[in-house]
Each structure stands twice: as structure tokens, then as C-alpha cells.
């Protein structure tokens, strides 16, 4: 496959397909002709298979209905059932990333093949592999990780007519950044100088900004900027919203209680909204209008059309297509950098399933793309564990996808690159309890657009603030878990209202998934989520008598009030944080060039999005993820292309 197929329109084509049947030989299976069908639990929700067999051969399998991620689980839709036809057996290889659906599709079809008579022994016949040599390549900048980060590098060093091999030891594309939440903030783009309204509750975010003490010369010039831009947005008194890089930049450093690099933070805000552009002239389609995501702290955020982070690959993936100075391996896993000399010259990998070694050689640079470790539970409780997050071990679940477990970190310390602000996690609070999955959120107006609840019935933080204080605060309620509110004056009708992951909100409460539930009064909801009606009933009217006079009098602070909920039925789901990024990671310059302890540069390294630790501090504001990832990620592929 020249590429994986990763927008939501594949999923249903691959799920539609009734793959070539296999050619029956000596030994075949003995089971009843026939159409059969099974369903079993997979990562999302329910999944169905349909098996057709002869008397001696599984003729065809098909996914017929699943719920889980787009850009995921596709790979695992497709190849799954394709291996298990060509093999005539279960004993197939999952896809790396994909665990829960390849075991999900596995254990459907043995179902089926029961039903067929089938004889369980036989179904899992080892396949015979043949032997595979080592093999060495060589291409002029070779990209460790195929997420948001390391397609934006490939694109950019391809264009800049560099040969490009990728490595990406999942079986999909994408990383986390095909599992974020569709958004990403930038200053003064078409949506927020067209839909966004500017608030009191907005300036004085500013004129705070303003009045604190600078800190140091940097610090002290960008207030003077802010506040050069701000006064003469107050002279144009047109009604819109403030907005400016350098309040982007600000806003972000003090978010992270300015442990950030401030320059490097500027480079991010100010070259996002071009990278936006750039993205959208591949193809990224945003929805027209601007919002305030969870933890972004600002109406500066842009909503993909397409669920999740799909349009966001699928545009990149659209930047490579036909190039053919770009290749990618699959399922295939780096294991350290290869030096010469004091310069970073390839890299070490390892096919997961044949086990066959591969010598990547780099002509100019070699470019680290693998992402955080929120994922490794070892690495967090080793670097982030502490008195901030006191407990980070493995009952604690993770947004990250499976494969995300900071290998670059490891291989570029290997090397001798220096770490910064490693002990800074963030905890996400609107995570399943269960999964950690953020993708089974309905938001039609964004998460702050929700109320956010304890098992008491009470609010108890601001719903638009940051994500490190709003996780602490879920933690120390009840059970450790929230309750998000919404009404039908928001969610208007959930057959057409749909999830991040573009799921109908009618087919999760139809099917009891992720704890969603309804109930056409308030004080029904109360009784279904057992809550006292009194203290929930009081909430509500609080909230509605804030929006009412205008959003200033919030006990907790919040500052976007923008709608009353008054009418049913009404809608909640449990949320809880999970492990969802990490701060913390390689030092790198402007250049994106790996740095060592003594700020000299390793030659031949780079390093873009969450593998660095160089823009957020100690604390990611929502939808500045993939803010970070197109800057720096493109900065990385420009500059190793040039063997900067």
C-alpha cells in the first residue's frame, strides 16, 4: 500500500468491502458454506463482522459495523480481515497501535467460524514466513514518527526537493495527532475576525496580562507590544474581538507559568496562522466559526470539518502524494540514533512482526517526531510524578495512543541531548474514565459550553480555565470523576449532532456507550445520575441568572457565558482526567536543532512537537498541539532538507 487510507469517508468504504476470497489447498479448514455473522466489544463501542465460508475456506470477511477512531482503526478494518482470508487462519499479526481492534475483529470472526463448525485448533495455523535479509537505505533526511509533527517535516523536505524515508512503528499514520480533538488556536484568522465578539471578560484577561511585573527585557517588550496593539484596537471600537501573535505568545508563557521559552512560543504564535494557510491549500477544510476550546483560555480557536485529527492528516498525507523522493516504513520501530563523529548520521530499526533490521542512513539530518510519554507509565512516574501529580502509575488511563511511549526522548538522551522541564504532565479533565478517549465528547459550541458538575450535583471550578487545575479539581471530588451538563437548547437533536469522532449522539445513548445518558427533565436527569434535584436544580439557575446579567458575577471566574440551558431533555456523560501530554522533552533551538546540556548543537539531529520541551511550560493550552506541531514541524523539514 502506497499509503493508508485515513479519512472518515475510507472507514466505511473498507468496512463495505468483501475482501478476495483464498485459494483452498491441501489441509483447509472443514466448516459449514455459508453467511455468518458476530458481534463483540471493541475499543469504542460494538463491532460486527460478517464471514462467509465454503466447506474447506473462509471465502471473505467483512467489518460491517464499528465504532472506533477513524484513522485508527482503519488500518486494522482493512488488513485484518485481508490477512485472515489470505492465511486461512487467526494467527495473524495485529496491527501495532491498533491492539483493541485487531483483537476485536480476531475474536468476531472466531465467533462466526464456530457458528460455521469450524474447529477451533485449526483456526489458528501458525503462518509460515519466509526469511528476510537486514537491509540498509539511504535518503538525505530520514524522519522518526509519522504524526502531525513528522508529516509536516516530510512535506516541507520534500518540497524542498530532499529524498525523505519515514519511519513509524504503528500500523497507522497519524500518531496522537489523529486522535486530538479536531481544534487549533491562531490569532486573527478569517473565522475568529468574522464570528469573534470581543467581552469584557476578555480585556480584563488582557489588562492583567498587562499589569504584571515583568519578569526580565523579553518579557517587559512583548507587554509593550500587547499593549501598543490593544490600545489601538480600543481606538477602532468596532465590537471585535482583541487579538494579536504576540497576546497569543503571552497568553501561552504566563499559561505555563513561564517556564516556556518565551522566543520560541512567539515563533509558534506568530507563524501558526500561515502554517493554517498552507495546510488549507492541501486541502484542510475548517468549520466557519471560531470558538474557545477546553483549556485554550481565548476565542481564538478553529474547528476541523472532519472528526478528530483526520483532516489534519489526510491534508499532509495530500502534500506527499505522488512525490517520488518520499517513502515511508510501516510497523516499523526505531531503536537508536547512529553517530559518526560526533554527528547523528541514521538510525536503527526493527520491523515489529519479521524482526528484519534496517540501517537508515541520513545524508543531511535525521528529524525526532515520536511525541510525549504520557503513554509510558515507567518515564511519567520516573520524570512528572511528584507533589504536583502524586500518583501517576498505571491506574491512571491516557489519551495518547498505544504507541506513543517516548522513544525519541530515550534515543536523543542516548546521544548526549539535554532534557528540559521533563516533571511537566498534563492531566486532561474531559477523558473517559475508562479509555481516556476524548473522541466520544458531543461539543456543538465547545467543551466550555458545558457545566461542569460533582456527584453532589455542584459546580465546584471554572469550566474555561486551565487544564492542570480543572484536572486537580475533578480529583479531589467525589470519586474522582464529573458530570458535563448540557441541554437541549445546545444539543438541539442528537440524531444530528455528532461526536468528535463523528459518531451520532442518538447511537451512543441508543447503546449505553461512554456513560452517556438523557432524561427529558432536570429532575429526571438527577434521578439517573443519582443526584440530590435540589443542589443540581440550584446549579442550573445560578448558571442561567450569571449568563443573564451578562457574565461578570461567576463565583469561580469563568468567563465565557454565552447561552442559557433551560429545556429538555436534558443530556450528561462522566468525564475524569487522563494522562494526556507531556511538556517536558528534548531541548531545541529556533532552528529546531537538538541541543546539549551545554546549549551546543548536536549535528545532524532534529527535533519537532511534543519530543521537544521547549513552548509550553507547565501547561498545553487546548488546540495549541497542532499549533506546535505545523510550526515546528515544517521549521524541522526546511532546515534538515538544507542540512542547517
Not at 444 to 463: D, S, T
Request: proline fraction near 4%; charge should be neutral; hydrophobic fraction near 45%.
Amino acid at each position: 500500500m502506497k499509503r493508508f487510507f485515513v479519512g472518515i469517508s475510507a472507514a466505511f468504504v473498507l468496512a463495505a468491502l468483501v475482501l478476495a476470497c483464498g485459494t483452498p489447498g491441501a489441509g483447509r479448514l472443514s466448516m459449514t458454506p455459508g453467511t455468518f455473522r458476530a458481534t463483540t466489544v471493541s475499543y469504542a463501542a460494538a463491532l460486527t463482522v460478517e464471514v462467509r465460508t465454503s466447506a474447506d475456506a473462509i471465502t471473505s470477511v467483512r467489518v460491517v459495523n464499528h465504532g472506533d477512531t477513524p484513522g485508527v482503526a482503519d488500518p486494522a478494518i482493512a488488513l485484518i480481515p485481508a490477512q485472515i482470508v489470505e492465511h486461512q487462519t487467526l494467527a495473524v499479526d495485529i496491527v501495532t497501535g491498533v491492539t483493541v481492534t485487531s483483537l476485536a475483529i480476531i475474536n468476531a470472526v472466531e465467533d462466526a467460524l464456530r457458528q460455521a463448525g469450524a474447529d477451533v485448533t485449526a483456526l489458528y495455523r501458525p503462518i509460515r514466513r519466509p526469511r528476510v535479509r537486514d537491509q540498509t537505505m539511504t535518503a538525505d533526511v530520514i524522519i522518526v514518527g509519522g504524526g502531525g509533527a513528522g508529516l509536516s517535516a516530510a512535506v516541507e523536505a520534500a518540497a524542498a526537493g530532499a529524498s525523505v524515508i519515514l519511519v513509524e512503528k504503528a500500523g497507522f499514520l497519524g500518531g496522537n495527532s489523529i486522535v486530538v480533538g479536531g481544534i487549533v488556536n491562531a490569532p486573527n484568522t478569517r473565522q475568529q475576525i468574522t464570528h469573534g465578539v470581543g467581552t469584557g471578560g476578555q480585556e480584563s484577561l488582557v489588562m492583567a496580562a498587562l499589569a504584571a511585573a515583568p519578569i526580565n527585557a523579553e518579557h517587559r517588550a512583548m507587554q509593550d507590544t500587547v499593549r501598543r496593539e490593544f490600545e489601538e484596537h480600543r481606538r477602532r471600537a468596532d465590537g471585535r474581538i482583541f487579538d494579536s501573535p504576540a497576546w497569543f505568545a503571552l497568553q501561552t508563557w504566563e499559561a505555563g507559568d513561564r517556564l516556556a521559552f518565551l522566543n520560541m512560543v512567539y515563533i509558534m504564535t506568530s507563524r501558526v496562522r500561515d502554517a493554517i494557510e498552507w495546510l488549507e491549500s492541501k486541502g484542510m477544510e475548517f468549520q466557519d466559526r471560531i470558538s474557545q476550546g477546553a483549556g485554550s483560555l481565548y476565542p481564538r480557536t478553529l474547528t476541523a470539518v472532519l472528526p478528530n485529527g483526520v483532516g489534519f492528516i489526510n491534508a499532509l498525507l495530500a502534500g506527499l502524494e505522488g512525490r517520488p523522493n518520499y517513502q515511508y516504513l510501516m510497523e516499523t520501530r526505531a531503536t537508536s540514533l547512529i553517530t559518526q563523529g560526533g554527528r547523528v548520521v541514521g538510525v536503527n530499526a526493527v520491523n515489529n512482526h519479521t524482526g528484519q533490521r534496517i540501517t537508515l542512513r541520513a545524508n543531511n539530518g535525521v528529524i525526532l517526531a515520536t511525541g510525549g510519554f504520557a503513554g509510558n507509565v515507567e518515564m511519567r512516574r520516573r520524570y512528572a510524578e511528584g507533589d504536583f501529580w502524586t500518583y501517576l502509575g498505571p491506574t491512571v488511563v491516557t489519551s495518547n495512543v498505544g504507541t506513543v511511549t517516548g522513544d525519541g526522548i530515550i534515543m536523543a538522551r542516548e546521544v548526549g541531548a539535554a532534557l528540559n522541564k521533563m516533571d511537566q504532565i498534563q492531566l486532561l479533565h474531559i477523558c473517559n474514565p475508562v479509555t481516556g478517549s476524548t473522541g466520544d465528547i458531543a461539543a456543538p459550541i465547545g467543551l466550555a459550553g458545558y457545566l461542569y458538575v460533582n456527584r453532589e450535583g455542584n459546580r465546584f471550578i471554572r469550566e474555561d480555565g486551565r487544564r492542570d487545575i480543572i484536572s486537580q479539581a475533578v480529583l479531589a471530588q467525589p470519586g474522582r470523576v464529573m458530570y458535563l451538563i448540557q441541554s437541549a437548547d445546545i444539543i438541539r437533536d442528537p440524531h444530528t449532532t455528532y461526536t468528535l469522532d463523528n459518531r451520532r449522539l442518538s447511537y451512543m445513548l441508543e447503546n449505553n456507550i461512554s456513560g452517556w445518558v438523557t432524561a427529558p427533565t432536570l429532575r429526571d436527569l438527577a434521578s439517573v445520575l443519582g443526584m440530590p434535584y435540589a443542589n443540581l436544580s440550584r446549579t442550573i439557575a445560578n448558571y442561567n441568572a450569571i449568563v443573564d446579567a451578562g457574565g461578570n458575577l461567576d463565583e469561580f471566574g469563568r468567563v465565557v457565558f454565552t447561552h442559557r440551558i433551560a429545556n429538555g431533555p436534558w443530556y450528561a456523560f462522566p468525564r475524569a482526567p487522563a494522562t494526556h501530554h507531556t511538556m517536558g522533552g528534548v531541548l531545541i533551538d529556533e532552528h529546531t536543532r537538538v541541543l546539549r546540556e551545554d546549549r551546543s548543537v548536536i549535528p545532524g539531529l532534529y527535533a519537532a512537537g511534543e519530543v521537544t520541551g521547549v513552548v509550553h511550560g507547565s501547561n498545553r493550552l487546548g488546540g495549541s498541539a497542532v499549533a506546535e506541531f505545523l510550526v515546528f514541524g515544517r521549521i524541522a523539514g526546511q532546515n534538515a532538507a538544507a542540512r542547517r
